[in-house]
């Protein structure tokens, strides 16, 4: 789609909405679905009408990471909360930080220096100790701690579960995903731990370019679930 805008702004929404609305020559956006968008918060409604302002001959979705993460809340998230909600507290049953090499001693030691501490937090801030497996195996994670981990993504609004929803897919981890909405730790942290299994394999045969366009960008959806995290709450 070509650009068919001249400027952005971001103005109150109605009274009755409340919140705020990006309006595109006075217009407001909506959702890919017509659904209105109106972001509670200033800043990040501020930084979603840079991504609209950044666009310059035509629009490209893929460079507005912010929107995307918006409209999921509205257009996803709000029509089938629930299946949402199963699908990123299932991660919790086969979390990758669960599932640990056997050897090389060398990728066995990176893990627990990595992974553990992460696990740790997770047991004392959600009362959800989880099991750690050799191997890659399933086996069944305690009940109670998967019902505790269940009940903190159903407690988020939608506008945070969408970005807990990305960040798992991306790490394929509920725990890191938990570790990064929460602040535990950063956006770069959580790239590293979730891909510390296939660092370890670059660091000892080379990286494709392949593998490197797709690890720039989960590094960009990881990165991007932070910051909307943080602008939500600003």
Same mark, same amino acid.
């Given at each position: ?30 959702? %890919? ?63 990758? $930080? ?18 553990? %501490? ?21 086996? %069944? ?22 970005? $807990? ?70």
């Amino acid at each position: 789609m070509k650009r068919f805008y001249k400027t952005t702004s971001v103005e109150p929404a109605p009274a009755e909405a409340g919140g705020f609305e990006v309006r595109l020559d006075n217009r407001p956006i909506r959702s %890919p679905a017509k659904a209105p968008l109106v972001f509670k918060s200033w800043p990040l409604a501020q930084a979603v009408a840079a991504e609209w302002e950044a666009q310059v001959e035509t629009i490209d979705p893929n460079a507005m990471p912010l929107m995307q993460l918006a409209s999921t809340a509205v257009d996803l998230i709000g029509k089938g909360r629930q299946a949402i909600v199963d699908g990123v507290a299932a991660y919790a049953e086969t979390d990758l $930080l669960c599932y640990r090499a056997e050897h090389p001693q060398a990728l066995v030691e990176r893990q627990a220096q990595a992974w553990q %501490p992460l696990l740790d937090w997770a047991a004392l801030r959600y009362d959800a100790p989880l099991h750690v497996n050799a191997g890659l195996m399933p086996k %069944p994670q305690p009940p109670d701690a998967l019902r505790a981990l269940r009940h903190a993504v159903e407690a988020y609004d939608d506008w945070t579960l969408s970005a $807990l929803q990305t960040a798992t897919g991306s790490c394929g981890s509920l725990i890191v995903a938990l570790a990064l909405v929460e602040g535990r730790i950063d956006a770069e942290e959580a790239f590293a731990v979730s891909q510390l299994d296939e660092t370890f394999q670059i660091e000892a045969w080379g990286e494709d370019p392949e593998a490197t366009k797709r690890r720039a960008a989960l590094r960009t959806d990881i990165s991007a679930c932070r910051r909307f995290v943080d602008l939500l709450r600003a």
